[in-house]
Antibody, heavy 124, light 108 residues
Framework: QVQLVQSGAEVKKPGASVKVSCKVS????????MHWVRQAPGKGLEWMGG????????IYAQKFQGRLTMTEDTSTDTAYMEVSSLRSDDTAVYYCATDADTGRYARPYYFDYWGQGTLVTVSS | SYELTQPPSVSVSPGQTASITCSGDKVGDTYASWYQQKPGQSPVLVIF???KRPSGIPERFSGSNSGNAATLTISGTQAMDEADYYCQAWDSSTGLYVFGTGTKVTVL
């Protein structure tokens, strides 16, 4: 059974950066393509970016280009998502999500495993 | 950018059928998925690849996808189905993933 366990809540000041981790257990980390989704308070789900099997790189939603970096550490089976130049409207719950059925190098069309979410609060 | 539009809210009586549409340009040309999210919880996949149910999801959840609309149907709705529901698809023209605007289902 795939388990995604995320790091704890963060409080950051505007202009700072935040790095959220997502540790995988119960499945081979290198067989998964990790994606990140966020949800502002009272708002809907917003896909941020994830592994693109077409070129083996990370693809980001346009609105996060230049501020968002997703990385992986295969030695610890952990994925990371870092947002820089934080603004108040970045206050949200951030989720890691993956599809364990498809494999890393095929197109995932859905996300069947989600982390528990990490609340990031941006406030002066 | 590609958009998926859902009605903000749907109300249904217990035991009746609730239908949620997800409108998007040629969404029928790609796979649609649906997620259920209850307050304070992570989303749960209830329908994938238009019509398939993951293990453990009740048979009362079904899906369809054609043309410019995907639909999630909950038959014999129960109080426990009260939640927010989101559709999701992959936009082949950009390689990006998109979530619908979300629908709050209220069981009256």
């Amino acid at each position: 059974q795939v388990q995604l366990v995320q790091s704890g809540a963060e409080v950051k000041k505007p202009g700072a950066s935040v790095k959220v981790s997502c540790k995988v257990s119960g499945y081979s980390f290198t067989e998964l393509s990790m994606h990140w989704v966020r949800q502002a308070p009272g708002k809907g789900l917003e896909w941020m970016g994830g592994f693109d099997p077409e070129n083996g790189e990370t693809i980001y939603a346009q609105k996060f280009q230049g501020r968002l970096t997703m990385t992986e550490d295969t030695s610890t089976d952990t994925a990371y998502m870092e947002v820089s130049s934080l603004r108040s409207d970045d206050t949200a719950v951030y989720y890691c999500a993956t599809d364990a059925d498809t494999g890393r190098y095929a197109r995932p069309y859905y996300f069947d495993y989600w982390g528990q979410g990490t609340l990031v609060t941006v406030s002066s | 950018s590609y958009e998926l539009t859902q009605p903000p809210s749907v109300s249904v009586s217990p035991g009746q059928t609730a239908s949620i549409t997800c409108s998007g340009d040629k969404v029928g040309d790609t796979y649609a998925s649906w997620y259920q999210q209850k307050p304070g919880q992570s989303p749960v996949l209830v329908i994938f690849e238009d019509t398939k149910r993951p293990s453990g999801i009740p048979e009362r959840f079904s899906g369809s996808n054609s043309g410019n609309a995907a639909t999630l149907t909950i038959s014999g709705t129960q109080a426990m189905d009260e939640a927010d529901y989101y559709c999701q698809a992959w936009d082949s023209s950009t390689g990006l993933y998109v979530f619908g605007t979300g629908t709050k289902v209220t069981v009256l």
